[in-house]
């Protein structure tokens, strides 16, 4: 799994996959007309900002709400390379694996991390360091199996392999 550097866009607690990708896109299954519509309802401003290796930062509870993944699907397909939350909601965090979205549960780093601040993630041990603030705070780095799935692309290419 590739480390990520990038601006950070962060968001409160609470944020549900309606949220996310509001449910009036559920009718594509075009991930990349998914990821058009990401956050819109929240940031107006994500889709046109937002660039490969970007980090989102969420509060208690991200990815509540419906069992669906299109939500973790827009958000890796407009650029997100990875998404730190204080907790997540269950169904987004199997989600997320499943689709190959790396995500990291650290309450420190998600209450400190400020929005625009330059994050750099190290998978391998779970270091996150804001390069802006200058600090870093351990998450739990995910065990070689998840790894695997993440590197390649989701549950299902992982078992095609």
């Known amino acids: ?74 958000i890796k397909t407009c650029g997100i390379g990875v998404v730190i939350a204080k907790s997540f909601a269950r169904i987004f965090y199997r989600n997320a694996i499943n689709i190959g979205l790396p995500i990291l549960e650290s309450e420190e780093a998600a209450e400190k991390i400020q929005p625009g601040d330059i994050v750099y993630v190290d998978f391998q041990t779970g270091l996150i360091t804001d390069e802006t603030l200058g600090c870093s705070w351990q998450a739990e780095p995910f065990p070689e199996f998840i790894q695997n799935i993440i590197d390649k692309g989701g549950l299902m290419a992982s078992l095609k392999e």
């Open 1 to 74: 799994m590739e480390n990520v550097r990038g601006r950070v866009f962060k968001y409160p607690d609470n944020v549900d996959t309606d949220v996310i990708i509001p449910a009036r896109y559920l009718n594509t299954p075009d991930a990349k007309e998914l990821a058009v519509h990401c956050m819109e309802d929240i940031d107006r401003n994500f889709v046109s900002q937002v660039c490969a290796g970007d980090v989102m930062v969420g509060g208690w509870n991200f990815g509540c709400g419906s069992s669906r993944e299109h939500a973790p699907l827009a």
